[in-house]
């Protein structure tokens, strides 16, 4: 029930119309009934499928020979085996684990309000599989009752984050919810590869447990173990139904018809959590699956939520299992993870909704819809944008003017300091990340080694053995500051990012396909190619950057699901030993990075920021809309094509050399404009905050533990989640720069 269903009083119906239903609850009941019907018939028609089709000889006559005990079939060792202990169990854990995420879904999508609510996009799974991870990595885990203990911690701490941003003023509009559940997981998948990354065993198990998959499932033990969890967290979805209904129509409503909102909240996080945590423990995190689970189910039962909750657990066993049967015979005679195929559907669900004509209904109006809606509470907070300079009259002691015969230029003051403060910054940045791991070598000797003076010795050990990695590491996050900043402006959003805009993953996938094809680490284009692929369906998905806000974003994390999906079933097809060092880079390495490496991405500088400096005045009036632009005779669309072309092939470039590291093109910019000032694009700026960001990093990564390097796109992962959690939620987020 919704507000909109409450209406003004009617006529007091007769006694014979009492007894009638009206037409529409009539046509909705059957509706409904005809739905849960089907949705039964298919469930069973699919658990038949999953039960005859598998590696092996064993057809459907023998399965229904072997269910009812005929022709000797269960004496059978080679039929015990394969369906007795094989396909039974995994069709019956596909059955419960796909309702278990369909129900949790829709819990989530209810007491957020939120369309997009899914545990994988919230960051719950992640949780869940970061507690694994621990007890793995520390204890040892490997029982199904252990994977559930400690996939219950982690999914709880998430789940409580989860909820304490969507009560935040603001925090609870849809797309923002979700981006800030992709910061959680972000920040607890770096913590994850912190513990993996420099463990071989550990690694073995994560690799193929993260994909998702059925294929381990054997017997009955997992399953049977966790199967009470399961059913309480059914139990309590059920029983939550009626209270989390009446949430619906506001807390105060809520309250004066005996329900109590908060409690109300821990009662659903914890059926949440005790069914991602199971589904977790049994086949390892599946996003997406709840998402598709609750969309269909509030499309056929429209706003009640009991109803929700059934028929997404009966939609979310359907597809579940129905995904698991297409994983067994497309790449036949492998298997592909379901993860994965669920990826396939769920990805165009999510863009679907998201380019919902419906969006003021689901609580994604536009900012500017949003605003002029008329008075009242406003639906969604006004976007982060970059702010529009209001042409201030500018006093001469603000800018320098350089002259140089006929040529003067001004130089705004305050952008000069900016420069010239991040320059020496950078420059202590390299001489400490030389020193770093040089014990026997001063400050004063590094410092004099890295440019060419002093000792000799000192300096080849500096230069030829150090520096050629700080080096990579320099142009790597210069790269990424200026494609973070040119992206950010054309889209008016601080938070589109090569990253956020499933650029990155696609430049990733694109590189590891390369090295599977060739044999070796892959060209050198295949990150530019793959970068350009990904953004040229994001932007066209979506609309195009900046005229859909916080839409380009969402079809961003679809993107990057997709893509991050086809880079785990690569690793997981390489050998361990190859598996491991691609995971590394995966994961954002400049581990064995040299000059050699770096030469591309410098060229690509040398060349490329010339052009952006050229076309910067023409972002700054970008900053206003495109009617202000043409009427300044600035074609928005040209100028659009080519600073996007320019970050994209930045950002690729960047990939081949380090992998995908994160969030460095979100916080240079941010930084550097904080520094430079509003009024001009802070092109230098960013580029310079970038390279010290890399360098620092990957100082820390190789400083932290002893003995042990942390990849410098784990280290800045970690930091970055809640860096983009402050840029989400901070106060005054809609106006810092």
Same mark, same amino acid.
């Given at each position: 029930?919704?507000?909109?269903?409450?209406?003004?009083?009617?006529?007091?119906?007769?006694?014979?119309?009492?007894?009638?239903?009206?037409?529409?609850?009539?046509?909705?009941?059957?509706?409904?009934?005809?739905?849960?019907?089907?949705?039964?018939?298919?469930?069973?028609?699919?658990?038949?499928?999953?039960?005859?089709?598998?590696?092996?000889?064993?057809?459907?006559?023998?399965?229904?020979?072997?269910?009812?005990?005929?022709?000797?079939?269960?004496?059978?060792?080679?039929?015990?085996?394969?369906?007795?202990?094989?396909?039974?169990?995994?069709?019956?854990?596909?059955?419960?684990?796909?309702?278990?995420?369909?129900? /949790?879904?829709?819990?989530?999508?209810?007491?957020?309000?939120?369309?997009?609510?899914?545990?994988?996009?919230?960051?719950?799974?992640?949780?869940?599989?970061?507690?694994?991870?621990?007890?793995?990595?520390?204890?040892?885990?490997?029982?199904?009752?252990?994977?559930?203990? *400690?996939?219950?911690?982690?999914?709880?701490?998430?789940?409580?984050?989860?909820?304490?941003?969507?009560?935040?003023?603001?925090?609870?509009?849809?797309?923002?919810?979700?981006?800030?559940?992709?910061?959680?997981?972000?920040?607890?998948?770096?913590?994850?590869?912190?513990?993996?990354?420099?463990?071989?065993?550990?690694?073995?198990?994560?690799?193929?447990?993260?994909?998702?998959?059925?294929?381990?499932?054997?017997?009955?033990?997992?399953?049977?173990?966790?199967?009470?969890?399961?059913?309480?967290?059914?139990?309590?979805?059920?029983?939550?139904?009626?209270?989390?209904?009446?949430?619906?129509?506001?807390?105060?409503?809520?309250?004066?018809?005996?329900?109590?909102?908060?409690?109300?909240?821990?009662?659903?996080?914890?059926?949440?959590?005790?069914?991602?945590?199971?589904?977790?423990?049994?086949?390892?995190?599946?996003?997406?699956?709840?998402?598709?689970?609750?969309?269909?189910?509030?499309?056929?039962?429209?706003?009640?939520?009991?109803?929700?909750?059934?028929?997404?657990?009966?939609?979310?066993?359907?597809?579940?299992?129905?995904?698991?049967?297409?994983?067994?015979?497309?790449?036949?005679?492998?298997?592909?993870?379901?993860?994965?195929?669920?990826?396939?559907?769920?990805?165009?669900?999510?863009?679907?909704?998201?380019?919902?004509?419906?969006?003021?209904?689901?609580?994604?109006?536009?900012?500017?819809?949003?605003?002029?809606?008329?008075?009242?509470?406003?639906?969604?907070?006004?976007?982060?944008?970059?702010?529009?300079?209001?042409?201030?009259?500018?006093?001469?002691?603000?800018?320098?003017?350089?002259?140089?015969?006929?040529?003067?230029?001004?130089?705004?003051?305050?952008?000069?300091?900016?420069?010239?403060?991040?320059?020496?910054?950078?420059?202590?940045?390299?001489?400490?990340?030389?020193?770093?791991?040089?014990?026997?070598?001063?400050?004063?000797?590094?410092?004099?080694?890295?440019?060419?003076?002093?000792?000799?010795?000192?300096?080849?050990?500096?230069?030829?053995?150090?520096?050629?990695?700080?080096?990579?590491?320099?142009?790597?996050?210069?790269?990424?500051?200026?494609?973070?900043?040119?992206?950010?402006?054309?889209?008016?959003?601080?938070? @589109?990012?090569?990253?956020?805009?499933?650029?990155?993953?696609?430049?990733?996938?694109?590189?590891?396909?390369?090295?599977?094809?060739?044999?070796?680490?892959?060209?050198?284009? /295949?990150?530019?190619?793959?970068?350009?692929?990904?953004?040229?369906?994001?932007?066209?998905?979506?609309?195009?950057?900046?005229?859909?806000?916080?839409?380009?974003?969402?079809?961003?994390?679809?993107?990057?699901?997709?893509?991050?999906? #086809?880079?785990? #079933?690569?690793?997981?097809?390489?050998?361990?030993?190859?598996?491991?060092?691609?995971?590394?880079?995966?994961?954002?390495?400049?581990?064995?990075?040299?000059?050699? #490496?770096?030469?591309?991405?410098?060229?690509?500088?040398?060349?490329?920021?010339?052009?952006?400096?050229?076309? @910067?005045?023409?972002?700054?009036?970008?900053?206003?809309?495109?009617?202000?632009?043409?009427?300044?005779?600035?074609?928005?669309?040209?100028?659009?094509?080519?600073?996007?072309?320019?970050?994209?092939?930045?950002?690729?470039?960047?990939?081949?050399?380090?992998?995908?590291?994160?969030?460095?093109?979100?916080?240079?910019?941010?930084?550097?404009?904080?520094? /430079?000032?509003?009024?001009?694009?802070?092109?230098?700026?960013?580029?310079?905050?970038?390279? #010290?960001?890399?360098?620092?990093?990957?100082?820390?990564?190789?400083?932290?533990?002893?003995?042990?390097?942390?990849?410098?796109?784990?280290?800045?992962?970690?930091?970055?989640?809640?860096?983009?959690? *402050?840029?989400?939620?901070?106060?005054? @987020?809609?106006?810092?720069?």
């Amino acid at each position: 029930m919704t507000l909109s269903q409450v209406g003004p009083p009617e006529a007091q119906p007769t006694s014979s119309s009492r007894s009638a239903s009206p037409p529409g609850r009539l046509r909705g009941g059957r509706v409904l009934v005809v739905a849960s019907v089907s949705l039964v018939l298919a469930v069973l028609v699919l658990s038949a499928l999953s039960l005859s089709v598998g590696a092996g000889e064993v057809g459907p006559g023998d399965v229904l020979n072997y269910l009812l005990g005929r022709d000797g079939a269960r004496d059978s060792s080679r039929l015990s085996l394969v369906i007795g202990d094989l396909r039974i169990p995994r069709t019956l854990t596909a059955l419960a684990v796909g309702a278990a995420l369909g129900t /949790a879904g829709c819990l989530l999508q209810a007491v957020t309000r939120n369309p997009l609510a899914e545990t994988g996009l919230l960051g719950v799974n992640a949780g869940a599989s970061l507690g694994v991870v621990v007890g793995i990595a520390f204890l040892g885990v490997q029982s199904g009752l252990g994977y559930l203990l *400690w996939a219950f911690g982690g999914a709880v701490v998430a789940s409580s984050l989860v909820l304490l941003i969507a009560g935040r003023r603001g925090g609870g509009s849809p797309m923002r919810l979700v981006l800030a559940g992709s910061a959680l997981g972000a920040t607890f998948g770096g913590v994850t590869s912190v513990l993996i990354v420099n463990s071989a065993e550990t690694y073995d198990r994560f690799r193929f447990w993260v994909l998702g998959s059925l294929a381990g499932v054997e017997g009955f033990g997992k399953l049977s173990g966790l199967a009470p969890v399961l059913a309480v967290g059914f139990v309590v979805a059920l029983l939550v139904a009626r209270p989390l209904s009446a949430l619906a129509l506001g807390d105060d409503l809520a309250r004066g018809l005996g329900h109590r909102p908060g409690a109300v909240r821990v009662v659903v996080a914890l059926s949440v959590t005790l069914l991602t945590a199971a589904s977790v423990a049994l086949v390892g995190p599946i996003s997406f699956l709840g998402l598709l689970a609750g969309f269909l189910a509030r499309a056929v039962t429209g706003p009640r939520l009991l109803a929700q909750i059934v028929l997404a657990g009966l939609i979310g066993a359907g597809v579940l299992t129905g995904s698991d049967i297409l994983a067994r015979v497309v790449s036949r005679p492998f298997e592909a993870p379901v993860s994965v195929v669920i990826a396939l559907f769920g990805a165009p669900v999510l863009i679907a909704i998201v380019r919902s004509k419906r969006l003021g209904a689901m609580g994604m109006t536009e900012p500017a819809t949003a605003e002029t809606s008329g008075p009242g509470k406003r639906l969604l907070p006004p976007l982060p944008r970059l702010p529009r300079p209001a042409r201030p009259a500018r006093k001469r002691a603000d800018s320098l003017v350089v002259r140089r015969g006929p040529l003067s230029l001004l130089v705004p003051r305050r952008a000069a300091l900016a420069a010239l403060f991040l320059s020496a910054l950078l420059v202590a940045a390299v001489v400490l990340s030389a020193y770093a791991g040089q014990s026997d070598m001063g400050i004063t000797r590094t410092f004099n080694a890295v440019f060419g003076s002093g000792d000799r010795f000192d300096v080849l050990l500096v230069q030829k053995f150090r520096l050629g990695r700080i080096v990579a590491g320099l142009a790597a996050g210069a790269a990424l500051g200026l494609a973070g900043c040119l992206t950010q402006t054309l889209a008016r959003n601080r938070l @589109a990012t090569p990253e956020l805009l499933g650029v990155n993953d696609g430049a990733t996938a694109a590189v590891l396909l390369s090295a599977t094809l060739s044999g070796t680490f892959g060209a050198w284009w /295949a990150g530019p190619v793959g970068a350009l692929a990904a953004v040229l369906v994001v932007t066209t998905v979506s609309g195009g950057l900046g005229q859909r806000g916080y839409r380009v974003l969402v079809v961003g994390l679809a993107m990057s699901a997709l893509a991050s999906a #086809v880079t785990q #079933v690569v690793l997981s097809r390489r050998s361990l030993n190859s598996a491991s060092s691609l995971y590394v880079w995966t994961s954002g390495s400049l581990n064995g990075r040299g000059y050699s #490496v770096a030469v591309p991405v410098l060229i690509g500088l040398a060349v490329l920021v010339p052009l952006a400096l050229v076309v @910067a005045r023409h972002l700054n009036v970008l900053r206003f809309d495109d009617s202000t632009a043409a009427s300044l005779g600035v074609s928005a669309a040209r100028v659009r094509l080519v600073c996007l072309l320019l970050a994209v092939g930045l950002a690729g470039l960047a990939v081949g050399i380090c992998g995908p590291v994160g969030f460095v093109a979100l916080a240079a910019p941010v930084v550097a404009g904080r520094l /430079a000032g509003p009024l001009r694009v802070p092109v230098l700026g960013s580029m310079l905050v970038g390279a #010290v960001l890399i360098v620092l990093a990957d100082t820390l990564g190789r400083i932290v533990l002893d003995g042990v390097e942390i990849p410098v796109g784990i280290v800045t992962t970690v930091l970055g989640g809640p860096f983009l959690l *402050w840029v989400l939620l901070g106060r005054s @987020a809609a106006t810092r720069v």
